[in-house]
């Protein structure tokens, strides 16, 4: 069976790090590229980064470049996300989703076919 | 930037058709995926690719996209289909974008 299960969230005060994990199971790992998402209490999704199969390339949204940063290690597994000078607008709910392409963009997007149950992130003092 | 924008709420009644909009600029020259997503639970893909359906997902939803609007149809609307619903495309410049999201209520 295909899971995606991610840990690391918690409550940290503004200004500190956290990293996030997303341990995956039950496919081929290095053939897809992996997203993160992001949704704060109450509100809609908001996409945060995605990255390639190869770690090749990676994008971020405008509200996070900078401050957060999406890897993985392929022999692990896993896709992680470096979460630096954290603020209470980052406080939310953040799904790893699977991408069933190697190397997505916009002329060939498929979507996020398979996602993690979330790990809760509170930022507050 | 590039936005998508759906309407807050949509209603529909049991057995009847429901349509969920989502509209940008030029968006039918993007591809269009949407999400289901129940309370207190992940999304899931029910539509890619502006019509395609994954496997495992009632042929009740369809998708279409042209101009700047997609549209996410649901025949024969379930209660059990009652859920927030998001747009989402690729755009070239700036990533993935989601919708605002849509509540759809059966009623």
């Known amino acids: 069976q295909v899971h995606l299960v991610e840990s690391g969230g918690g409550v940290v005060q503004p200004g500190r790090s956290l990293r996030l994990s997303c341990a995956t199971s039950?496919?081929?790992?290095?053939?897809?590229?992996f997203h993160w998402v992001r949704q704060a209490p109450g509100k809609g999704l908001e996409w945060v980064a995605v990255?390639?199969?190869?770690?090749?390339?990676?994008y971020y949204a405008d509200s996070v470049r900078g401050r957060l940063t999406i890897s993985r290690d392929n022999s692990k597994n896993t896709v992680y996300l470096e979460m630096n000078s954290l603020t209470v607008e980052d406080t939310a709910v953040y799904y790893c989703?699977?991408?069933?392409?190697?190397?997505?963009?916009?002329?060939?997007?498929?979507?996020?076919?398979?996602w993690g149950q979330g790990t809760t992130v509170i930022v507050s003092s | 930037s590039y936005e998508l924008t759906q309407p807050p709420s949509v209603s529909v009644s049991p057995g009847q058709t429901a349509s969920i909009t989502c509209s940008g600029n030029?968006?039918?020259?993007?591809?269009v995926c949407w999400y289901q997503q129940n309370p207190g639970q992940s999304p899931v893909l029910v539509i890619y690719?502006?019509?395609k359906r994954p496997s495992g997902i009632p042929e009740r939803f369809s998708g279409s996209n042209s101009g700047n609007t997609a549209t996410l149809t649901i025949a024969g609307t379930q209660a059990m289909d009652e859920a927030d619903y998001y747009c989402?495309?690729?755009?070239?410049?700036?990533?993935?974008?989601f919708g605002g999201g849509t509540k759809l209520t059966v009623l």
């Open positions: 989703a699977r991408d069933p392409e190697q190397l997505p963009r916009a002329d060939n997007y498929y979507g996020m076919d398979v």
């Open positions: 039950g496919f081929i790992f290095s053939f897809h590229a």
């Open positions: 990255i390639w199969f190869d770690a090749s390339k990676t």
């Open positions: 030029k968006l039918g020259d993007k591809y």
């Open positions: 690719q502006d019509d």
């Open positions: 989402q495309t690729w755009d070239s410049n700036i990533g993935v974008v």
